[in-house]
């Protein structure tokens, strides 16, 4: 029996990008010869990306469309396309065309040869600023330190994952998720393909700082409890430095030198009101993330489906 596979693409405010990346993969796709599904997942868009996607749902039965209620994410939009994939494998790539679509049988390749997970690890990188991809990098070392769990470098979410690996992450039960932290976590057997990776075709990229800073949490508090040691860490050297601080003014004090009163008091209140704060401010993050846990919201809300049996 032929294998079949799933296109995962979550789509923002795409309309200017859609139809070129449609026009890019099919003669990728029929090229294989085999049974294979798009699945666009609308991420609560507000321009024509809605409308554009049921066009080519309508001529062309392949395409599959699910709309959310609202906009909930890159992730929950990933992870909803994996949750209605039907495919052997599914791969997860992003609409700009950043990602090449011509890569993608490299990747099935790769599967064929009986790899569960194939990264797309670029080469190059461009229209991407030197302190996006610094900080990258950053981060990419900051986690493998603090999570035990190491990054594919230089790669996104485009990515290759067999049925067994799709059917492991979807079972998993936490809502805040970090794809790239879970393709770590679970294992089973990984390899890469290089590209070149492009400017986007159109538009502007639709994670901006806020969102990139969420992202990042996410990986951290998903994987590990450092933070919260990092606080006891502070708190414990700011301690120490204190008690020193208050030895030497005692030895100052002895040889007569005399400190006014306010050279013992404000920085005191001040060091102990920031390891309070800090501590807290950690702790609250967890006690957040416990918070959306035991709420038990669904992680996103579809409106509608498209070309769904």
């Known amino acids: 029996m032929s294998a079949k596979y799933s296109i995962v693409v979550p789509c923002f405010n795409e309309e200017q990008t859609v139809k070129a990346f449609y026009d890019a993969i099919i003669p990728v796709m029929d090229g294989l010869k085999e049974k294979y599904e798009i699945i666009f997942v609308n991420d ?8 554009i996607l049921a066009e080519l749902a309508a001529v062309d039965k392949k395409v599959k469309v699910i709309n959310f209620a609202r906009n909930f994410g890159q992730q929950p939009a990933i992870l909803a396309g994996f949750e209605l994939a039907e495919g052997d494998a599914v791969i997860d790539i992003d ?6 679509v011509e890569a993608i049988p490299l990747m099935i390749e790769k599967w064929k040869e009986g790899y569960d997970i194939v990264h797309g690890k670029r080469k190059v990188r ?17 986690y493998k330190n603090i999570t035990g769990l190491e990054l594919p470098k230089a790669c996104g979410d485009f990515k290759l994952f067999d049925r067994k690996v799709i059917d492991t992450i979807i079972s998993m039960p936490e809502r805040d998720r970090f794809l790239r932290g879970i393709t770590a976590w679970v294992g089973f057997k990984q390899t890469s393909i290089e590209f070149d990776r492009q400017k986007r075709l159109a538009g502007e990229t639709k994670y901006n700082f806020k969102k990139l800073l969420k992202l990042a949490t996410n990986g951290i508090v998903s994987n590990s409890s450092y933070p ?58 967890y006690i957040a993330r416990i918070y959306k846990e035991v709420q038990k919201r669904p992680i996103y809300i579809i409106k509608d489906k498209i070309n769904f049996d």
């Not at 461009?126 to 900051?142: M, N, P």
Request: aromatic share 14%; charged share 15%.
């Open 126 to 142: 461009k229209g991407e600023t030197f302190l996006k991809k610094s900080t990258a990098s950053i981060y990419t070392k900051f």
């Open 95 to 100: 609409v700009d065309l950043q990602d090449p």
């Open 228 to 285: 919260l040691s990092f606080a006891t860490k502070f708190g414990i050297f700011f301690g120490i430095s204190s008690i020193l601080c208050f030895i030497t003014f005692i030895v100052l004090a002895c040889l007569k030198i005399v400190l006014p009163l306010t050279a013992w008091l404000f920085p005191s209140i001040a060091l102990f009101a920031s390891i309070i704060l800090i501590v807290m401010g950690l702790q609250n993050i």
């Open 44 to 51: 609560g868009s507000r321009d024509k990306t809605e409308q």
